[in-house]
């Protein structure tokens, strides 16, 4: 699992009197973070404390608001009859903020920049991936973007959320000598906070409101957190106003709260093994896994988890889970013991030889797959050596393909369900099929067929295990509001938060 915040806590300042007889206020959250964001240029930036100051500093084509994307500097957009050529009209009050009394317009030229640069391999941003299909991006005028793909991508508005998009001014960042994101002095953006101050020794920084909203919060403060006290704690204390409730119990505490499922704990198979290049032998195992049924767990104490999809993920202004419905797998039916012995005799082999189980060491599921290992040994007779390693480290590990069998917690990034299912596009025909049909679909109505067909391939040739899912709680004091979190990597929006 990526690291993930250890708290995201908000506190209230106290009210500052103004200097005549009326009383004024200035509100400030406080974040705290387990460690400091240190490059603040959207092209390059990836870490979640980085991702959470950009939120709040940029304004992008689109953003993901309460659960779903929305426009932002875009005002509308059109969309050519072969699904490739984008045509973005935007809005024309939008600006960079240099000074109080300086600001420069955003136009369209500055997303053409912020994109070539992505697509420039010299940037070395990590999301060129998500956007190399770009053909060509052309300014019409000041204010109309069009922008051609080489294929088409159900997923590309929703690529435009990420700050990679987020527009920068050629001339400014000519200016910066290389700087671009790492001084004040050498940040220019254009949302509703700047940064006014960062600690020459890294510990905080400091965000103001340079848009005005009524009632809105005046500034943001990020540093680095005080981990002596448990924030659940600093909050039941008053000292805090929210924070991320991972494992916590937040049922006695008042306040405001938003779940949501973020990750699913999952089996994973290094199908270039040659052992578990076979279905059947792939099935034997996961038997003792699928949703956990067979897995000796206390199925009234997790979150069984049938889809290979986090419960987070949507599809167009819908849950993925109220619009793709995986089937159950058929191997569930079948004897595990009997579907090995088939495999087994499929390759000519005896036994499954010599394979090896990474386990993560640092979540509760850890003892249920430790449960499953001996389930396989008891009744398949299939003997593992096991590795136990920080989750960070199995994920290096399955990215470099280094391992046979994998227990890991993941949790996606971006609402994009292609990151799950294009991995497995060589697998077949049919799942190659399935990928190239949800690209060149025209929405996300249509792409769903496909979906669904190529997430029940991978079950029913148990590609991927789901097992059970986390939830995941962010917690704020009622006198809040308009406090928004994304999902994928817990980011805290506070654009349009205001105190009651």
């Known amino acids: 699992m990526k690291k993930k915040f250890l708290a995201v806590v908000l506190c209230l300042c106290t009210v500052l009197m103004t200097a005549c007889s009326s009383a004024g206020t200035i509100s400030t959250y406080t974040i705290s973070l387990d460690e400091m964001p240190k490059n603040f240029d959207p092209q390059v930036a990836s870490s979640d404390s980085e991702l ?13 608001r309460n659960g779903t994307v929305q426009p932002n500097v875009c005002e509308r957009y059109d ?36 994109l070539s640069r992505v697509l420039d391999k010299s940037t070395r941003s990590p999301y060129y991936s998500s956007f190399s299909h770009i053909e060509n991006i052309l300014v019409i005028d000041d204010y109309t973007l069009q922008v051609t793909l080489s294929k088409a991508d159900n997923e590309f508005i929703a690529k ?33 906070f700047t940064i006014n101050y960062l600690a020459d020794d890294g510990s905080y920084a400091t965000l103001v409101r340079v848009v005005e909203k009524n009632g809105g919060i005046d500034r943001i403060r990020v540093s680095l957190s005080d981990k002596e006290t448990p924030v659940s704690q600093l909050y039941a204390d008053d000292k805090i106003s929210g924070f991320f409730a991972y494992n916590s119990d937040i049922s ?5 709260v938003y779940s949501y499922e973020n990750s699913t704990f999952n089996m994973f198979f290094n199908t270039e093994n040659e052992v578990l290049q076979n279905t ?20 009234e104490a997790v979150n069984q988890q049938y889809s290979i999809f986090t419960g987070a993920m949507t599809m167009g202004d819908s849950r993925i889970d109220d619009v793709i419905l995986p089937t159950r797998p058929s191997y569930m039916e079948k004897d595990a013991k009997k579907l090995l012995q088939d495999g087994l005799g499929e390759l000519g082999k005896m036994s499954i030889g010599s394979l090896t189980v990474l386990i993560p060491s640092d979540v509760a599921y850890s003892v249920i797959a430790e449960n499953i290992n001996q389930l396989w040994q008891k009744n398949l ?24 069998i994998a227990f890991y917690s993941y949790t996606p990034t ?25 690209k060149s679909s025209s929405g996300s109505s249509a792409a769903a067929q496909y979906v669904s067909q190529a997430q029940n391939i991978i079950l029913e040739k148990a590609l991927i295990v789901p097992m059970c899912s986390d939830s995941a709680n962010y917690i704020h004091k009622d006198y809040f509001t308009g406090v928004e979190v994304n999902p994928f ?12």
């Open 52 to 64: 959470l100051v950009l939120t709040n500093i940029y304004d992008g084509l689109f953003e993901y």
């Open 79 to 114: 969309l050519s009859a072969d699904g490739l050529t984008y045509t973005f009209y935007l809005k024309n009050d939008s600006s960079f903020y240099l000074s109080k009394n300086e600001q420069i317009p955003v136009t369209a030229q500055d997303f053409d920049f912020a």
């Open 160 to 192: 435009l959320c990420l700050p990679a998009a987020f527009p920068c001014n050629r001339d400014f960042f000519a200016k910066t000598n290389g700087a671009y994101g790492l001084r004040v002095n050498d940040i220019l953006s254009n949302g509703p």
């Open 252 to 256: 006695s505490l008042d306040g405001t």
């Open 280 to 299: 059947d032998i792939r099935r034997a195992f996961s038997y003792y896994c699928y949703a956990m049924e067979n897995s000796g767990a206390n199925l």
């Open 381 to 404: 007779n299939a003997f593992l050596a096991v590795e136990f390693l920080p989750s960070a480290e199995i994920e290096k590990r399955l990215a470099r393909g280094d391992f046979d």
């Open 414 to 438: 971006e609402n994009n369900i292609l990151n799950v299912i294009e991995p497995f596009a060589n697998y077949s025909s049919d799942m190659e099929n399935c990928v190239n049909n949800i």
């Open 489 to 500: 990597g817990n980011i805290v929006n506070l654009k349009y938060a205001a105190v009651r």
